[in-house]
Structure formats: C-alpha cells, structure tokens
C-alpha cells in the first residue's frame, strides 16, 4: 500500500456499519470519503458521526453502484445484508479496491471461490469481520494448541447461546429472519463466530457435518445442533441457541489438557497423576478489532488476520450444515481447491 492516507468508502450504515465507522475514526492515517445508504436516517446519523470526528464533509450515496462509480477510494468496507456481500465484494474488486466486507464472508462455496480468485487475480486484499479472532483470550488458546500445549486434539464442545430473537426484533433489523435477504438464521448470522473461532483456532478443514435445527416460528432456524466431524479424526459438537441467556463457551479437548475458552477468561485443565487440576492462563491485554488490523495491514503495519481464504471453511461448513438440516442427512465435505487460471485467461 502507497504511504500517505488510506481512503475508504462505506457501504451499509446501519449499528454494525456504525460501529466499524468508529473503529476507523481512530486511526489518523484512514479519511472516510463517502458512504452508501439507501436509509436516509441511518445515513445522516453516520454522516454526522464522521463530521463531527474530522470536521470533513463525507459523500454520500444512496446506491453502492453509484458511489463505485462516481467516487475513487483504496478499500470500500462493506456491512450490507448478507445476500449482497458476494455480489458487492466482487464489484469492489472489479473497481480495484482492496475489500473488508462484515460475516459471512459470502453465502455458498461457490461464492467463496469466485471472490478469491479474482481477489488473487486484482491483487487486492479481502478481509472478513470475524471479530472473535481479534479478542486476547482466543489469540491465545490459538497459540497454546498450535504449540501443542493440551497435546493430541480429540474433541471439541462449543456452546454459544443469546437473546437473537428479542435483540433483533429490538433494534428493528427483522430483514434476519428472511431467508431470502439473510441467507439462513441464527446459525449463520451469530452462530459463526463460534464455527470461525474453532477452525480458526485448530486449523483443521472440516470433513463431515449433522446438523438439527427447530421448526421456528419466525421462518428461520433459531436453535440448532450439530455433530461435526474434522481432519485428523477430530470431532465437535455444536450447539447454537437464540432465544436463551448469554453464553459463549469452547473446550478443546486434547490428549494432555483440556482448555476451555471464553470471551474474557482462558482455563486450561492439565491431567497430572490420574488428577485434573485448574489453570487460568495468563493473558495479556491487547487484542485487536477487524478495522483496525484490515486498514494497519494495508498501511503495512500488521499482518492480516481475517483474510478471506482464512475464512472460506467458516463458509463450506455453514452451508454444509443447512444442507444437513434440509435433507436430514449428515453432509460431507469435499476439499476446497481454487481453480488454477487457464493459461487463456491469463492472455
């Protein structure tokens, strides 16, 4: 990335875009150029945001065609619904821009594949919102299994449960329980900070997937579980419920500990002599969030951390799982290759 300011546009300006608009605030080298909101509400509140902060005036766009078209930006960040990310990720791409769009990265696969390979072929970075990488104690449980400090992974639990249901009919964001515009319920929307955290953590592609889900009353999947089978032998069991108290809980289950991982704590369950005993590890402050590490390793200051190719597993097994839910059978999973180019599209 060329020194000097990094300019971005932002498309989708609604809680989540508001909040990844102050994250970038923070960050002297970044100028917010323009927004894209249809809401004229939601548009205005961001807008004064940004001017009250920089004391600049923003553009603003009503169409994200439009303001690709009519506005020249480094990287466009994009917190639409989720139905659009694949669609708008590759139009940014098309322009040149560099993308972090909010999860999913995209809906399907196939999706995934399309936008990485034009991703390489632009030469341009892709950066996914998986803020839970970003937090301290999951930084560090990564570091302790890769360094092989609870020995041979066995097995995986995770449970992540909250009020979905009642915070998204709250904050009026009903377009997630359209099938059509979010592309699945609580799963997808909220269930894949737990999907990305384990094989984010592990580093295992999954092989195989069950998957259960209520018959919900709002015409998407509120509750679910599912058995999930891994590389190396690993299994996993997952359980994502959306109408119960707040709870996000992960143990890895290796041959010499067990490390239970929570937002805020980190336990390690060593076995010495036939006994179990009770570390919490120690964590330093720090951690990060996904703006700030997409726009520092643009500016050459870090290493990306949610790279769209990191992201595509979280993908194939979502969609892996919806597909285990309408059939009714498990689903296995075929290893991800991105298709080399043909020396034609190369001339």
């Known amino acids: 990335m060329k020194a000097g300011r990094l300019s971005f546009g932002i498309a989708g300006c609604g809680s989540a875009g508001r909040g990844h608009i102050g994250k970038l605030l923070q960050i002297p080298e970044v100028w917010i150029k323009a927004i894209c909101e249809p809401n004229r509400e939601q548009a205005r509140s961001a807008r004064s945001i940004i001017t009250a902060d920089t004391g600049q005036q923003v553009q603003q766009y009503a169409h994200f065609k439009e303001m690709l078209s009519q506005c020249d930006v480094d990287a466009i960040g994009i917190f639409t619904p989720h139905h659009l990310h694949a669609e708008q990720v590759t139009e940014a791409l098309e322009k040149g821009c560099h993308v972090i769009v909010e999860k999913p990265l995209c809906i399907t696969a196939e999706e995934a594949r399309a936008i990485l390979a034009l991703a390489r072929r632009k030469e341009r970075l892709v950066a996914c919102c998986h803020n839970m990488r970003m937090i301290a104690t999951a930084m560090r449980a990564r570091k302790i299994i890769r360094e092989g400090g609870i020995g041979e992974v066995r097995h995986v639990s995770s449970l992540f449960s909250q009020q979905w249901v009642r915070e998204a009919q709250a904050s009026r964001r009903s377009w997630r329980f359209e099938p059509s515009i979010s592309g699945g319920g609580h799963l997808l929307d909220s269930g894949s900070h737990v999907l990305d955290i384990v094989l984010w953590c592990l580093g295992l592609s999954p092989v195989s997937a069950f998957a259960r889900a209520d018959e919900s009353r709002i015409g998407v999947d509120v ?28 143990r890895f289950y290796g041959s010499k500990a067990v490390l239970r991982l929570e937002p805020s704590v980190l336990r390690r369950f060593p076995v010495t002599e036939d006994r179990v005993k009770i570390e919490e590890v120690t964590v330093e402050p720090g951690g990060t969030d996904p703006m700030t590490n997409f726009a520092r390793a643009l500016l050459g200051d870090e290493k990306p951390l949610c790279d769209a190719e990191s992201c595509v597993d979280t993908v194939r097994l979502t969609q892996a799982l919806y597909e285990s839910m309408a059939t009714g059978k498990a689903i296995d999973l075929k290893p991800f290759e991105l298709e080399a180019e043909s020396e034609e599209s190369e001339e």
């Open 223 to 250: 509750n679910c579980s599912a058995v999930i089978r891994l590389e190396d032998g690993v299994s996993w069991t997952l359980d994502v419920l959306g109408e119960c108290p707040h709870e996000f809980i992960v």
